[in-house]
């Protein structure tokens, strides 16, 4: 299994990489540093976790030590949801750029299908209706100055991406989405699939402990657990290797610095085809329903509403 995959730019973007979302401000930085020392070459990051300052001096304490040049990384961010507007998204790139000390960015995503007016508080109520393609045609214009090496969303359902890809003239590189065995994006896989989009997985161990988190972890499913005593790893490392049999990068969470050199456990193995169909038989539940968008008065009356009934 390569460590990388092809996006539709030509460049690559590292198979494995360390999200950082909602982390305690004090243990982002040393996470990435450890990352990338065990071998990391991809961190997303995004405005929205609060924590890319942080982010931008481990980067900078990287660099000075000759542990990585700037280019052996592969570093994503995401818009704000206050900086939709056409004039507002160079802005949106360019406080992250500061943030992360940093001259570009390798990707760059709509963080959601989500917009409030420029700096409301982003709360259910305050929602405002999307203009894609204004906000699209301001992201490609960043990949055409090279801010952005490559462009994408995040949190976007099947009829939200072809609704962009309708109107795009620059293909998005990434979709990236919850996806794991608990929750296989079947339909997006196959379109985005189609389309020569990327597919990048957030939570894809799921998502147990967090808040938003529902339903049963399926890192207790007996047939991950099944495979990983038959392959003598653990059911995470299941899930993460089943995510890159799939085709997709996956962006796993830990501050842990055992979890994390476990995590990066993935490459010099394989899990044999009779037991990756297995993972079919699996129950579907999607862990992150995103309630925190609903408001009888919002513009989301439904986590339904939001997924466009993809749920």
Same mark, same amino acid.
């Given at each position: 299994m390569a460590d990388s995959f092809v996006l539709n730019t030509g460049a690559r973007i590292p198979s494995l990489g360390l999200g950082t979302a909602k982390t305690e401000p004090g243990t982002v930085g040393e996470a990435v540093y450890t990352a990338v020392k065990a071998g990391y070459r991809q961190i997303d990051c995004a405005p929205a976790y609060r924590n890319e300052k942080e982010i931008g001096l481990a980067l900078k304490k990287l660099f000075e030590e000759s542990v990585v040049k700037r280019e052996d990384l592969f570093i994503s961010s995401k818009l704000w949801s206050g900086n939709h507007a056409p004039e507002d998204v160079p802005e949106g790139i360019d406080t992250t750029l500061e943030d992360l000390q940093l001259d570009y960015l390798d990707l760059f995503l709509i963080h959601a299908p989500v917009r409030t007016e420029k700096g409301a508080v982003r709360t259910a109520e305050n929602y405002i209706s999307l203009d894609v393609p204004a906000t699209w045609g301001a992201m490609e214009k960043l990949y055409d100055s090279g801010k952005a090496r490559a462009i994408g969303v995040s949190n976007f359902s099947c009829k939200r991406m072809e609704d962009l890809?309708?109107?795009?003239?620059?293909? &998005?590189?990434?979709? /990236?989405?919850?996806?794991? &065995?608990?929750?296989? /994006?079947t339909k997006l896989r196959a379109l985005c699939q189609s389309k020569g989009v990327h597919i990048s997985a957030y939570s894809p161990l799921g998502r147990p402990g967090s808040p938003a988190f529902k339903g049963p972890s399926f890192l207790s499913n007996p047939i991950v657990i099944s495979v990983a005593e038959k392959l003598q790893k653990t059911p995470a490392q299941v899930a993460l290797r089943w995510g890159l049999q799939m085709g997709q990068s996956v962006v796993p969470k830990s501050t842990n610095e055992t979890r994390i050199k476990e995590n990066f456990d993935i490459f010099d193995w394989s899990i044999p085809e009779d037991l990756m169909s297995k993972f079919s038989e699996i129950p579907q539940i999607k862990t992150l329903r995103a309630e925190f968008v609903v408001h009888p008065q919002g513009l989301y009356k439904t986590v339904e509403d939001f997924w466009d009934g993809e749920i």
């Open positions: 890809l309708a109107i795009a003239r620059v293909t &998005p590189a990434v979709s /990236q989405v919850e996806s794991h &065995p608990g929750w296989q /994006q």
